[in-house]
């Protein structure tokens, strides 16, 4: 792509001085950052999204151990693949890289395409996950533009506009691709990306950047005016609603089993393995004989956060003999103690069913 003339009040020494930074400061060691290999950037590209380096440290190395190749991935079973996402949250990045995966090989002959539109055509790559495939693995000059330079660049531009909205959020893109380095290497388009990445992650953060030590401080317009705690503008603020579920955790100690169904999508939790849910203590008591509502052990309620939703769950146990016959009219299925870890359960699932076990 070539370098067209930057709009009038871009600084031009935004880029050598962010990539020099980057070469001398910037994070290393990551293990996703020094390969050229397609899907491993975009492995740790999908999973770093909304999701802490610190989690992904752990998740990343399982991931590829099991799944070494885009063709292995394609090849794996659903559950397989939400088992080993289980924890990170946002499960839809995991059915889509799954289906991405599996159109790689089904369409592209297991190569990624190199150009961000090519990229952009695949489930569940976006915009500045393709830019970041295209740049670190290709050297094009694209710029990513996530919600961590989105802050970045509206301070260093006090960039007014509502990033709420989709004609302000084109244009910062815009001025993105203006701050690009001029006739880049590949090289440079690494440490570019990269360091854009960590100046996000490490000075520019949301609350109290570290300005004294940003590399491009004297290019600040923001840190200039005074006015880095305006940024980014964003009006629309995230409506969250409050539910509770009641969990009916039936079980049956010899064989250790518990009952489980998988979640439809879409929805909460879709695709992952979870006990019957009821909207009120009312539908989970009407759902059981009497001998089972008199049975019923109900525990502490439990607090669980996700993105528009914060929810509270119930969770009433239910200890049946292993000759009682299945719950009627319940969908599910018995599921062994020993096969839970195979299965995706979502992250307070799990820790109800290990405290459980132990
Ligand atoms: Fe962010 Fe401060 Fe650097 Fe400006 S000077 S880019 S506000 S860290």
Redesign the pocket.
Known sequence: MSALPAPQGVPLAFAPQLMHWQRQHGRRGLPWQHTREPYRVWLSEVMLQQTQVSTVLDYFPRFLARFPTVQALAAASADEVMALWAGLGYYSRARNLHRCAQAVVAEHGGVFPRTPAGLQTLPGIGASTAAAIAAFCFGERVSIVDGNVRR?LS??LAFDGDLAQTAPQRALWNLAQALLPEQPTPDDMTAYTQGLMD?GAT??TRSR???PR????GL?R??QLNT?AQ?PVKTRAVKRRHESWWLLLLQTTAPDRVWLLRRPAPGIWAGLYCPPVFDSEAALLAALPPAGRQALRPQTPVAHSLTHRELRLHPCWLLLDAAEPAPLGLDGAWVQADALHSLGLPAPVRVLLDAAAR
């Open positions: 970045v301070r260093l100046l000075l520019c950047p570290d300005c940003c590399p491009v401080q600040c923001a840190q880095v940024y």
